[in-house]
């Protein structure tokens, strides 16, 4: 069952979470964190999410799931719709300004999803706690109020830049450096730390 495990639920004192004053207007479409990510990049082969920022510390997503997106037969592949739910719950960042990854993502498969479905996501964050961020998140089948097929919870961990600076392969590093974009984002995000 999801959300039972003891590093999914939020200890007693942990806080509510806080939508930062300049985060993105509802229904404003969120940008790619990387245009290389699999995830919201624009890869032909990856997903190709696009999230829009929602009310409070919540956003929304929709992931069409193409022939390459394929598990078994005319089906989405689970691994892929983990993916989908993770960087849904990754654009939660863009709410409360913080560069934060996954530690532990928990799906649960409630249906199957054919081929050709466009799977609307909502996540929302539920609670924080120092630089734990406790979310969950679901995936309804070709409509925002459609049959759920999958939910998950999530537990992301707040980092600083220097996690990317120092794991990430210096090719890409450079890139990114170098990319104004990205390192405006860098910049916004640390400024809360
Ligand atoms: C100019 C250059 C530009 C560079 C780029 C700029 C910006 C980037 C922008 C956005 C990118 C951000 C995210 C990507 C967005 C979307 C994609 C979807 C999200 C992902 O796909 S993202 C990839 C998958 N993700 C990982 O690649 C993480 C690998 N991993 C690690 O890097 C470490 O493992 C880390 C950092 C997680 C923790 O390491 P650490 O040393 O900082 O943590 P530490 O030990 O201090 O723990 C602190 C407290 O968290 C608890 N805790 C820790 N880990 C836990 C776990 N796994 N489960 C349960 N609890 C956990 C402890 O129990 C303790 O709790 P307590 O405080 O209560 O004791």
């Known amino acids: 069952m ?12 942990a806080r509510a979470p806080v939508r930062h004053p300049d985060a993105p207007a509802p229904g404003e479409l969120l940008d790619a964190h990387n245009h290389q990510c699999f995830g919201c ?8 999410l696009r999230a829009r920022a929602g009310e409070g510390v919540a956003v929304t997503a929709e992931f069409e799931v193409r022939p390459v997106h394929q598990g ?7 691994g892929l719709l983990s993916a989908a ?4 719950l990754g654009a939660l960042n863009w709410m409360q300004r913080v560069i934060a990854v996954t530690g532990r993502l928990e799906t649960d498969f409630a249906r199957p999803v054919p081929v050709g479905t466009v799977l609307h996501l909502q996540a929302r ?3 924080v706690h120092g630089r734990k961020i406790y979310c969950t ?8 109020d459609g049959p759920v097929a999958v ?5 992301f961990i707040e980092v600083r ?7 990430g392969r210096a090719e890409e590093i450079n890139a990114a450096i170098a990319d104004p974009d990205q390192a405006k984002l860098a910049r916004v995000c640390e400024v809360n730390q």
């Open 85 to 88: 739910l993770d960087e849904t």
């Open 72 to 78: 078994a037969p005319g089906l989405a592949h689970g």
């Open 161 to 167: 830049v220097d996690h990317f600076i120092q794991n």
């Open 2 to 13: 999801s959300g039972t495990t003891t590093a999914l639920k939020p200890p007693e004192d």
């Open 125 to 127: 964050v539920t609670a």
């Open 137 to 144: 998140a679901t995936g309804r089948i070709d409509a925002h």
């Open 151 to 155: 939910r998950a919870d999530a537990l």
């Open 41 to 48: 990049g624009d890869q032909e082969s990856g997903l190709l």
